[in-house]
T-cell receptor
């Protein structure tokens, strides 16, 4: 079956603009995770959705970051007023509850 | 927050050698993940384990929950095993959590 998909694969934006990144998880997976990978910080947890429960936002680095998950499926990560330090690869993963996580290919964000 | 330490950070070996990568963590967990990332590639889950040992082909993962330690072994290593290997555990120790990651072990297998 189809894996986790993310779009766009690459995004270049100017400092101060807002961006939206999309994740389509594996069908039937109730858990969805956002991570980012940057040269300086490695892999970092951002936010976690499980079913209809309130998301765990404890990894979000600032209030410029937010995420939604509609209908328990597709998720959008929004970064407002982007800064150069937001440049990174943003990864989405999905899983069954407490199961193995399957990662998407990522969105490479470059803020100029 | 759980803290994860991996060693070594870098490892270069000859084809055929037995490889060991170590991971330790600070907070008790329900399961530990080993991930693989090839240069320029995506992240693939190799193992998720909560006790004992698991084996997939030439890869073996072990975990000691009491000592908060896990190892990843590669037998009969091959150049295609060259990749970054990453250990990860739940952010706060529970099972249904986002992961916190080690810094990774950059493995190069020379022919």
């Amino acid at each position: 079956g189809a894996g986790v998909s993310q779009s766009p694969s690459n995004k270049v934006t100017e400092k101060g603009k807002d961006v939206e990144l999309r994740c389509d998880p594996i069908s039937g997976h109730t858990a969805l995770y956002w991570y980012r990978q940057s040269l300086g910080q490695g892999l970092e947890f951002l936010i976690y959705f499980q079913g209809n429960s309130a998301p765990d936002k404890s990894g979000l680095p600032s209030d410029r970051f937010s995420a939604e998950r509609t209908g328990g499926s597709v998720s959008t990560l929004t970064i407002q007023r982007t800064q150069q330090e937001d440049s990174a690869v943003y990864l989405c993963a999905s899983s069954l509850l407490r199961g193995e996580q399957y990662f998407g290919p990522g969105t490479r964000l470059t803020v100029t | 927050k759980n803290e994860v330490e991996q060693s070594p950070q870098n490892l270069t070996a000859q084809e055929g050698e037995f490889i060991t990568i170590n991971c330790s963590y600070s907070v008790g967990i329900s399961a530990l993940h080993w991930l693989q990332q090839h240069p320029g590639g995506g992240i693939v889950s190799l193992f998720m384990l909560s006790s004992g040992k698991k084996k997939h082909g030439r890869l073996i993962a072990t975990i000691n929950i009491q000592e908060k330690h896990s190892s990843l072994h590669i037998t009969a290593s091959h150049p295609r095993d060259s990749a970054v290997y990453i250990c990860a555990v739940p952010w706060s120790g529970g099972g249904a959590d986002g992961l916190t990651f080690g810094k990774g072990t950059h493995l190069i297998i020379q022919p």
